[in-house]
T-cell receptor, first 118, second 110 residues
Framework: GAVVSQHPSWVICKSGTSVKIECRSLDFQATTMFWYRQFPKQSLMLMATSNEGSKATYEQGVEKDKFLINHASLTLSTLTVTSAHPEDSSFYIC??????????????FGPGTRLTVL | DAKTTQPPSMDCAEGRAANLPCNHSTISGNEYVYWYRQIHSQGPQYIIHGLKNNETNEMASLIITEDRKSSTLILPHATLRDTAVYYCIASPFGNEKLTFGTGTRLTIIP
């Protein structure tokens, strides 16, 4: 199957700083990627849909000015957590739809990035 | 997307078949049933999906009842590496989003 990578796999930062997380589709082109957040012992929550060449679509309750998403190419989407605070500490996961799946919702997920804000 | 209900946890002996149930009593005609799993501290992995016919692939089998109100994911010979949280999701054809519920935490016991 197709591979989605994320970088970094973990990051620790100080409160008030910004952190960028990269999501890459390694062997396929992804016009749409998705960003999820997962708190400990909870399920994945969709944050936003990242569209190549256009603005991201954010889910209700997700602050677009705090979680900046850029999808500048067909293989790269970035999530920047601006002015991070301890409550932003979480596991961030990206995904991309299988381009060969047609209308079926098979997605490939990255390995996740664990963010800890001190 | 139709709501799905899964037991919070299950155990299964290594080498036995793991049968994971999912209720989706309000599923609509154009919604497929998808199964994903998430091994601890990793991203989810797609397993299988189906509409109304039983499906099988190299990972698992999916049995959907005739009325489509419930389904069962079957891992035929569970191994320790199958220990994970399994998510059952109902999603319409053409829908891009996945809405994850709480899933079933499957523990394979040696």
């Amino acid at each position: 199957g197709a591979v989605v990578s994320q970088h970094p796999s973990w990051v620790i930062c100080k409160s008030g700083t910004s952190v960028k997380i990269e999501c890459r589709s390694l062997d396929f082109q992804a016009t749409t990627m998705f960003w999820y957040r997962q708190f400990p012992k909870q399920s994945l929550m969709l944050m936003a849909t990242s569209n190549e060449g256009s603005k991201a679509t954010y889910e209700q309750g997700v602050e677009k000015d705090k979680f900046l998403i850029n999808h500048a190419s067909l293989t790269l989407s970035t999530l920047t957590v601006t002015s991070a605070h301890p409550e932003d500490s979480s596991f961030y996961i990206c995904s991309a739809r299988d381009p060969t799946a047609g209308g079926y919702n098979e997605q490939f997920f990255g390995p996740g990035t664990r963010l800890t804000v001190l | 997307d139709a709501k799905t209900t899964q037991p919070p946890s299950m155990d299964c002996a290594e080498g036995r078949a793991a049968n994971l149930p999912c209720n989706h009593s309000t599923i609509s005609g154009n919604e497929y049933v998808y199964w994903y799993r998430q091994i601890h501290s990793q991203g989810p992995q797609y397993i299988i999906h189906g509409l109304k016919n039983n499906e099988t692939n190299e990972m698992a089998s999916l049995i959907i009842t005739e009325d489509r109100k419930s389904s069962t994911l079957i891992l035929p010979h569970a191994t320790l590496r199958d220990t994970a949280v399994y998510y059952c999701i109902a999603s319409p054809f053409g829908n891009e989003k996945l809405t994850f519920g709480t899933g079933t935490r499957l523990t394979i016991i040696p």
